[in-house]
């Protein structure tokens, strides 16, 4: 996959995504996510965050001291008390943007986009696929994630859904 075809499928995913949290209803919002700890409100704010700066990261890690984990989450529920449209419409505005995280490649934000849409989806009429929302794995069976090689705070994501070959 060359890097137009990469931000292609980003963009396509960022707007399939757009679509299934328009779709919500109210109550969807704050239902569990496939994440534990999760709500599905927070992994739409948690896709709001595929474009932090060093700066943002920083500000990030001294708002929410502790491991990467914990900070990545305290900083996604931070940022869930906003507005529903407001999330929509962040995560709308990134489509056509080659930005990324600092420390992660275009490949790691398609896989994020790809598996937290996934999770969204299962909260949808609409959704991805029609089969039954699968159930999370056991805690100690999540493993490593597949992307990098360290630890994801929704690794339970990730293992229930196939590999995306980025290459």
Excluded: Y
């Amino acid at each position: 996959m060359n890097d137009d075809e990469l931000w292609a499928a980003i963009d396509a995913q960022r707007a399939r995504t757009v679509r299934l949290l328009q779709d919500l209803k109210p109550a969807d919002w704050e239902l569990a996510s496939l994440c534990d700890g999760w709500r599905v409100r927070d992994v739409a704010a948690h896709l709001t965050m595929q474009q932090m700066t060093l700066g943002d990261a920083l500000k990030a890690l001294l708002r929410h001291p502790g491991g990467m984990n914990h900070v990545n989450h305290a900083n996604a529920v931070s940022a869930a008390n906003r507005p529903t449209e407001e999330l929509i419409a962040e995560i709308r505005g990134m489509i056509g943007s080659r930005r990324h995280n600092v420390g992660l490649t275009p490949q790691d934000t398609l896989i994020d986009i790809i598996v937290h849409g996934q999770d969204i989806a299962s909260h949808s009429d609409g959704g991805w696929t029609s089969q039954p929302r699968p159930r999370a794995p056991p805690r100690h069976r999540c493993g490593r994630a597949r992307t990098a090689g360290r630890d994801d705070s929704c690794l339970g994501c990730s293992a229930r859904f196939p590999t995306v070959r980025t290459d």
